[in-house]
């Protein structure tokens, strides 16, 4: 689509951009780059970009910056793969990491740590999820006025508990006789197929006749729907600092996507099973809050089964090369010392 003048225009300012985030103008690239060109041709170049799509211009006296299909062309075609930035990170993750392998919440919680200090971006991490385990019972028990103890076991041997609002004011005798229906009609399925059922049966909730039962599989979908893998988020003072979010607004915005996690939890649920290192740039991403961010994670592994995610959120003005770099070393070091070679991983690099 782009000739090698195009390209290397482009190069320039998106590279620019990445470096100051403010618009790049012809005269700006000829002085910085030596593309042997005047900055008249460079002025016309930029301007056929911005036809197709790849550059913008904020203000009509203003230069150009990268849009998304821009940074996506930049991250497929043109940036530096061979960022080195593997051996301060491993010597990182090992000093702060090595005696956390059998916890692994402050692991992953270590981990995000590590990733937004050397990134100054948001580092994430998802813990193993527990989809596949299989259901053994639920026991409801009435834990206050308006409150509700939830406990499951599963024949993996994992017990999660988890209060909820008693929002349809439930009595004893009420909570038994769901606890029954539940183990009556989930007991034995997966954690992944108990979800599914769930949307099947509130999807033809108007049609049943039983009003405790759709209460019953409404408070099962609020069980299940905290029944999962956990989020762990660090660098949000990193990320502010950025010109991208001086705006008190921004800031705001921001701050309220971050605290819920379960954009954060929707956004990289696609990517849970993806191999490799994936690349999502702002309006790339399926969650209408995120769309100002790009994302980068991959997956690591127990064995060969995803077992969770780790990753980077920033401004799509971001620095991709770095940021893929740590992401996939990060992942493969997580890989490496939840097994039993990791100490031998370590010293070959």
Not at 2 to 23: F, G, M, Q, T
Not at 163 to 187: G, P, T, V
Not at 288 to 295: H, N, Q, R, W
Request: proline share 3%; hydrophobic share 35%; glycine share 6%.
């Amino acid at each position: 689509m782009l000739d090698e003048r195009s390209i290397k225009v482009l190069w320039a300012v998106i590279n620019s951009y990445i470096n100051n985030p403010d618009p790049v103008g012809s005269r700006y690239v000829t002085r910085k780059y030596s593309l042997e060109f005047s900055p008249a041709t460079i002025r016309n170049i930029m301007a056929d970009l911005e036809e197709l799509g790849f550059l913008s211009q904020p203000h009509t006296s203003a230069g150009r910056v990268p849009t998304d299909k821009g940074y996506r062309f930049y991250v497929e075609n043109l940036m530096d793969e061979n960022v080195c930035c593997h051996k301060g990170l491993i010597d990182s993750l090992t000093r702060r990491l090595e005696d956390l392998r059998e916890d692994i919440y402050t692991l992953l919680d270590e981990t995000t740590r590590t990733l937004s200090s050397h990134s100054h971006y948001l580092g994430i991490a998802v813990s193993p999820g527990p989809d596949g385990s299989t259901l053994r019972c639920i026991e409801l028990i009435p834990y206050s006025d308006d409150r509700i103890a939830v406990i499951l076991f599963t024949n993996e041997g994992i017990i999660k508990h988890k209060i909820l609002k008693n929002n349809f004011s439930f009595s004893r005798n009420d909570l038994n006789r769901i606890a029954r229906y539940l183990n009556k009609e989930f007991s034995g399925y997966t954690i992944r197929e108990i979800r599914q059922r769930l949307l099947e049966e509130m999807a033809r909730d108007k049609e049943l006749c039983d009003t405790l039962i759709s209460q019953a599989l409404s408070l099962c979908g609020d069980v299940m729907s905290c029944y999962g893998a956990n989020v762990f988020i660090s660098g949000l003072t990193e990320i502010l600092e950025l010109p991208e979010f001086s705006d008190i607004e921004k800031i705001k915005e921001i701050s309220r996507t971050i605290e819920d996690k379960h954009a954060v939890i929707k956004l990289i649920d696609s990517l849970a099973n993806a191999e490799g290192v994936q690349v999502v740039i702002g309006a790339e991403n399926t969650v209408e809050e995120m769309k100002a961010l790009s994302i980068i994670t991959s997956t690591y592994k127990e064995g060969d089964k995803p077992a969770g995610i780790v990753g980077i959120i920033g401004p799509t003005r971001m620095d991709y090369s770095s940021a893929i770099s740590l992401v996939d070393v990060t992942a493969r070091f997580l890989t490496e010392i939840l097994d039993e070679g990791g100490q031998e991983w370590r010293r070959e690099r």
